[in-house]
């Protein structure tokens, strides 16, 4: 089925925060066009961007880390909710998307994506209703999603009776961790979720075994790890015990788990779970596409610590892609300034924003890099507070280059974001759907 292209039928105009004001309407695709440059100001601030150069990195990184590893990627879309990186991204071998809402499947269904793993349990006659029907529907969907309990089984069940599905629901049985969130907690409660699945009937399939590591916190790095490895051990005990039982549909059985944080963890255990059975080692970051400069850039430091990767890959890393640019306002007090950023536009769960580089557009000629000493200390909805050193060069009118920290709180802030080259140059946009 052909969808219309959704950078054609976007319109921009000033009312879409990043868009200058007062131009006329023009469709998303045409932005290239214009020749806006953000150093010169032709963008008003505060302004998120993506450096072109950062993304094609990160995926090219990406790609070699799963090559040497023989596991699939299935990205995490909440985390852009972006159709032009989904394609991206799928156009780099990405295996599916990963969503985890209804409303997410709808946006990767109207992209033509045909194949996506709902990270989360089907529940709920809206939700049921609309995937059954896009099973019955004879264009192909290849969908998989997440099951815990024997409750959810047998809603599933009496849903798919009465449908005639031209294509299987495809079930991954869900192991989790005590204080966690959803999954089983324990064998015996998974090999039993397992046996209804088996017993449901053809439309039900069990392909699977799949688990969440990324909530694990507190205590020191290895202790982090060791406990996500022990649940790795946990996923693939259950995946043992139900191949004992012949409990899994025919095909490769999926083995899946990988936030953004443990997936090198992830890709071992698992490359030997299933020696006598064939499987599909899926792996679903969602945050290496633009990376950060604080969480994940700390997650990803201590991957290449633990991680016996190729010199080539340990040296060049990820890259930081998303930048938020703002001006200094007010400089009410020595060592304060007041920027025109807050938390409408950037995110603050994880981490304040990371002062990287300035800008004084009527003298440099390149943003030049700020020092340590400048800090953000908090945020309004509208405004950031930033402490500087004594011999800070920032003046009223200059910009002022954010690095982030957990790149899905800054996505869903914005529903167009400019793509730039290294000079800063806007050579396209990508959009979002939150």
Known sequence: MKRPDPTETLT???LVKGIPHGVAPFPLSGIAEKGWNLLREDMPLPLAVLKASALDHNERWMSAFLGLTGARIAPHGKTTMSPELFRRQLDHGAWAMTVATPQQIEVCRAQGISRVVLANQLIG????????DLLEDDEPFDFYCLVDSLEGVALLTEAVRTRNLKQPLNLLLEGGMTGGRTGCRDLETALRVAERVAQAG???RLRGVEGFEGLVAGGTAETQEKTV???LDFLVRIAAHCADRDLFAEGPVILSAGGSAFYDLVVERFASALPDRETLLLTRSGC???HDTAMYARFFARLAERTPLPAE???SGLKPALE???YVQSRPEKGKAILTMGKRDVSYDADLPQPQAWHRPICSAKPLPLSPGHVVTGLNDQHAYMNLPLDSPLAVGD???FGISHPCTTFDKWRVIPLIDDDYSIIGAVHTYF
């Open 202 to 204: 053809p439309d039900l």
């Open 288 to 290: 290496y596409l633009s």
């Open 313 to 315: 890959l340990k040296a």
């Open 12 to 14: 921009l105009s000033g």
């Open 229 to 231: 490895r022990d649940f």
């Open 399 to 401: 910009m002022v280059c």
């Open 125 to 132: 006659r809206q939700a049921i209703r609309y995937v059954l």
């Open 324 to 326: 938020v640019w703002a």
